[in-house]
């Protein structure tokens, strides 16, 4: 087992400074959200008022949605993780 370093405690800035670091995450994986459901509804349009010459894109839309979607929640658990990972070795 590596030796544990003593933790450091975190000065206020720094404290404040994580804190905003993970809000921007989270606000980053909001606008993944609102991206995909853009697309969701882009791709529902096209189907309800165009299905024979709408349909391919309409589904590409609602495919592109879910893609989207995952890789913001891939990204906001990577982050959450380093996040916890430089925390936990700061302080």
Known sequence: MPPTVPAIPLSLSDQLA????????ERTLLTYVRTSLALVGFGLALLQFHPERGGRLGYSALATAGVVLLVGLWRFRVHRRQLATNQGQLG
């Open 18 to 25: 994580l804190q905003r670091t993970r809000l921007a995450n």
